[in-house]
Antibody, heavy 121, light 110 residues
Framework: EVQLLESGGGLVQPGGSLRLSCAAS????????MSWVRQAPGKGLEWVSA????????YYGDSVKGRFTISRDNSKNTLYLQMNSLRAEDTAIYYC??????????????WGQGTLVTVSS | QSALTQPASVSGSPGQSITISCTGT?????????VSWYQQHPGKAPKLMIY???NRPSGVSNRFSGSKSGNTASLTISGLQAEDDADYYC??????????FGGGTKLTVL
């Protein structure tokens, strides 16, 4: 059974940093691309970033480019999102998502439960 | 990358059919057959309903169907049921090798 479990969310001041983790199980983690998707309170879904199975290729949405870094440790079956220079508008539930596809795709069959990031002073 | 355009809300009575549109550009919806649709109930993670424009994942009711014409993709739900009351989002691949979601549509089953 595929499981994705996010952690690392919390309250951080504007300008601060936070690292999210997503522990994956139930599939061959290194074979598939992974994504982060976020949802601000009461708002819609926003794709944040994606990474190839090997970690060699990374992709970012315009709103986080230059501030967030996606990475993965295939030996630990874990996906990360390093978030720097955080802003109030980054406040959201952050989901990791996967479609068991080797390439970046819109097909997300599996989602974690999400972790809440609140940026506030 | 601008969000894809969806109607804010649609409604229908049980048993009826509704269609939700998702309008983009030739750089996203119109340029690729990589459009997915997600259903989200309050407090829950999104659920994949349609992928690659018109394909249904295993376990999704055949009351859900997808299509595309030009820069607009559509999700049709036939035989509306109370449990279809939820938010729906489209998602498309783009020329920048990134993804973009629509703003979301609230479906109310009357």
């Amino acid at each position: 059974e595929v499981q994705l479990l996010e952690s690392g969310g919390g309250l951080v001041q504007p300008g601060g940093s936070l690292r999210l983790s997503c522990a994956a199980s139930g599939f061959t983690f290194s074979s598939y691309a992974m994504s982060w998707v976020r949802q601000a309170p009461g708002k819609g879904l926003e794709w944040v970033s994606a990474i190839s199975g090997s970690g060699a290729s990374t992709y970012y949405g315009d709103s986080v480019k230059g501030r967030f870094t996606i990475s993965r440790d295939n030996s630990k079956n874990t996906l990360y999102l390093q978030m720097n220079s955080l802003r109030a508008e980054d406040t959201a539930i952050y989901y990791c998502a996967n479609g068991l596809m080797p390439i970046v795709t819109t097909k997300f069959d599996y989602w974690g439960q999400g972790t809440l990031v609140t940026v506030s002073s | 990358q601008s969000a894809l355009t969806q109607p804010a809300s649609v409604s229908g009575s049980p048993g009826q059919s509704i269609t939700i549109s998702c309008t983009g550009t030739s750089s996203d919806v119109g340029g690729y057959n990589y459009v997915s649709w997600y259903q989200q109930h309050p407090g829950k993670a999104p659920k994949l309903m349609i992928y690659d424009v018109s394909n249904r994942p295993s376990g999704v009711s055949n009351r859900f169907s997808g299509s595309k014409s030009g820069n607009t993709a559509s999700l049709t739900i036939s035989g509306l049921q109370a449990e279809d009351d939820a938010d729906y989002y489209c998602c498309s691949y783009t020329t920048s090798s990134t993804l973009v979601f629509g703003g979301g549509t609230k479906l109310t089953v009357l």
